[in-house]
């Protein structure tokens, strides 16, 4: 099984993460965490931002991979639209799943839901699990999840 983890740089990617590894999965499964940036035209500007974006993600990585000891766990930073990129990265890579927060750090929301995670659910062809993450929450205590599957 492979999954795909988009996390961003807000504190709710570390919630997604602990959930995500509070889950028993099976033997042999791959986890990828991918951050997407938006498109900068000022080159310096977007390579200062892709770096702390990198070590942003691979902290959060390093972390991940000692909670789950067991498993493949990899990384990406890429530049783009972020609902197209994920569902165009989980397609490319043959995720079976995409665990996505329900909103994230920008943005307009739809009735509880980011406009990014709302679009990656209408356009993934694999199954997409949104993972709800409100203000306050402590150390995962409260978990409220919404789960829609694709079915072709």
Not at 96 to 115: A, L, Y
Request: hydrophobic share 40%; aromatic share 6%.
């Amino acid at each position: 099984m492979k999954v795909l983890i988009a996390v961003d740089g807000s504190n709710y990617g570390e919630k997604i993460l602990h959930e995500v590894g509070s889950y028993e999965w099976p033997e042999k499964t791959e986890f990828k965490l991918l951050m997407v940036t938006a498109p900068c035209n000022l080159w310096e500007s977007a390579k200062q931002f892709q770096e702390t974006c990198r070590i942003i993600l691979d902290t959060r990585v390093h972390i991940f991979q000692k909670k789950m000891p067991n498993y493949k766990v990899s990384s990406l930073v890429l530049e783009g639209e972020a609902a197209k990129t994920i569902v165009d990265t989980a397609a490319e890579w043959h995720a079976n799943w995409i665990v996505i927060g329900s909103q994230g750090e920008s943005g307009p929301h739809k009735k509880g839901i980011g406009s990014v995670a709302a679009d990656v659910m209408s356009n993934a062809s694999c199954s997409v699990q949104l993972i709800k993450v409100k203000n306050g929450i402590k150390n995962g205590q409260e978990k409220n999840l919404l789960h829609k599957e694709h079915v072709h």
